[in-house]
């Protein structure tokens, strides 16, 4: 079945430091691949997402690119401010359906 | 626009009562869903409508019931709490159709803890 593996957590980064989250997946069929990202106490939001190969999708500073070959969409970011701490859900949707396919998720915690 | 709107926040029952959490939403989706958080599982959906008087299962459907009598509603029903189902429970919704439109609303959640 589909399934989404993301990195193990947490993850606590000093502010400014450089942020990667992995996240590999499995499917049936050809995935649309998103990042959501919920903050404490709230619901998801949708970060970014990308519908096709080597598409990138970007959003707050935030990058992912889909990658086909090795089946990632690892979330990067240059400079996270404290203020991107939250927890960060890689997700995949396949044919046009809506059902989302969920990661474990990642913990961030950025100290100032 | 309220986007996706989830009663009540928080909830404690005990075994075997019954319960319904809400969920609505005012930005005519068609599609609407349940999920369950449950720590370092991610979010499992649990049933799934793609319109008013259709409904289907998710990966974890048991013990949950649900109904679609409108667009704007989607309850979700437990007839008889089991302590597995305490967890944050979330709504979502989005446009039905082509794959670009699958960005998903998701309300605030509803923390259920059932002693």
């Known amino acids: 079945g589909d399934s989404v593996t993301q990195m193990e957590g947490p993850v606590t980064l000093s502010e400014e430091a450089f942020l990667t989250i992995n996240c590999t997946y499995t499917a049936t069929g050809y995935p649309s691949l998103f990042w959501y990202v919920q903050y404490p106490g709230e619901g998801l939001q949708l970060l970014l997402k990308a519908t096709k190969a080597d598409d990138k999708g970007s959003n707050k500073g935030f990058e992912a690119t889909y990658r086909k070959e090795t089946t990632s969409f690892h979330l990067e970011k240059g400079s996270v401010q404290v203020s991107d701490s939250a927890v960060y859900f890689c997700a995949l949707s396949v044919g046009g359906a809506q059902k989302l396919v969920f990661g474990q998720g990642t913990r961030l915690t950025i100290n100032p | 626009n309220a986007g996706v709107t989830q009663t009540p926040k928080f909830q404690v029952l005990k075994t075997g009562q019954s319960m319904t959490l809400q969920c609505a939403q005012d930005m005519n989706h068609e ?7 449950d720590p370092g599982m991610g979010l499992r959906l649990i049933h799934y409508s793609v319109g008013a008087g259709i409904t289907d299962q998710g990966e974890v459907p048991n013990g949950y019931n649900v109904s679609r009598s409108t667009t704007e509603d989607f309850p979700l029903r437990l007839l008889s709490a089991a302590p597995s189902q305490t967890s944050v429970y979330f709504c979502a919704s ?10 998903q609303f998701f309300g605030p959640g509803t923390r259920l803890t059932v002693l």
């Open chain 2, 31 to 37: 599609y609407m869903s349940w999920y369950r958080q």
């Open chain 2, 94 to 103: 989005s446009r039905a159709g082509t794959r670009s439109l699958n960005e």
